[in-house]
């Protein structure tokens, strides 16, 4: 069984920047990719970033050059870095590992990955 659990949200005011953390119990760097993913009130959640095994990594357009995702694997820990924050960037924010398919176009996918954590929340203010 993997846990995983996301810390680092918080309030910021328009171009700031946040780290996320998300922590997993068990080998979650076993799994073939993991990924950040976020839901706003009213909306579906959607894929912000994946991290495949070898590295590679996925963005949605949205968040192109303002967020990188890493990993550390001696931590377990899947980071989520975010700069130059918008009020659009405010969601509820998961991590998630394991997909049921393995493969770099699935890493945005959320109906592919089989653990999750609770979520952090960010807000952004203008």
């Known amino acids: 069984q993997v846990q995983l659990a996301e810390s680092g949200g918080g309030s910021v005011q328009s171009g700031g920047s946040l780290r996320l953390s998300c922590v997993g119990a068990?080998?979650?760097?076993?799994?073939?990719?993991m990924g950040w993913f976020r839901q706003a009130p009213g909306k579906e959640r959607e894929g912000v970033a994946g991290i495949d095994d070898v590295g590679d990594t996925r963005y949605t357009d949205s968040v192109k050059g303002r967020f990188t995702i890493s990993r550390d694997a001696d931590k377990n820990t899947l980071y989520l870095h975010m700069n130059s924050l918008k009020p659009e960037d405010t969601a509820m924010y998961y991590c998630?590992?394991?997909?049921?398919?393995?493969?770099?176009?699935?890493?945005?996918?959320?109906?592919?990955?089989?653990?999750w954590g609770q979520g952090t929340q960010v807000t952004v203010s203008s």
């Open positions: 068990g080998n979650i760097f076993s799994s073939c990719g």
């Open positions: 998630a590992a394991r997909p049921r398919t393995c493969g770099w176009w699935l890493l945005l996918d959320a109906s592919q990955y089989m653990y």
